[in-house]
């Protein structure tokens, strides 16, 4: 069985009103779309996530689902979400990926290329398309 693909969209804007740059306290906002462009649907489990400050530092996230929620995504359906980062730094970047189910149980990673986030995005620049976003899991 062919495996979907899924083409994630991400969009990152800069917070001011919820950033303390005098407290190198950085608020970020994500916006992502993920669209099933497969011929089968498929559902996302998990994430895991790597975010990496401007010096550097680097902080893992996993956890079930996409905030408190996994959606199923049909065939030429999509899925969209905002959320939210936190750094020290006013630039940082995350990368990682979306651990997904088949209708037939088959488990497959959904890549996430590298976005960044920056201070001097305002309201919707940073923009990271990411079409070859489907890496199947080898057991």
């Not at 906002?29 to 550097?56: C, K, L, V």
């Not at 001097?120 to 990411?130: E, F, K, M, P, V």
Request: aromatic share 8%; with cysteine; hydrophobic share 35%.
């Amino acid at each position: 069985m062919q495996h979907p693909t899924l083409h994630v969209e991400v969009h990152t804007h800069y917070l001011p009103h919820q950033s303390s740059p005098a407290h190198n306290q950085y608020r970020f906002a994500y916006h992502i779309r993920i669209r099933n462009q497969g011929p089968h649907a498929a559902q996302i489990i998990a994430r895991h996530w790597w975010i990496e400050d401007g010096q550097g530092r680097v902080e893992q996230v996993r956890g079930l689902g996409i905030v408190g929620e996994q959606p199923l995504i049909e065939a030429g359906e999509s899925h969209e979400y905002v959320s939210g980062c936190a750094l020290p730094t006013p630039q940082g970047h995350m990368r990682g990926h979306f651990v997904c189910v088949t209708d037939e149980g088959d488990v497959f990673e959904c890549q996430v290329a590298p976005f960044y986030f920056d201070t001097a995005q305002l309201g919707g620049a940073g923009t990271i398309h990411n079409p070859s976003a489907n890496t199947r899991v080898l057991h």
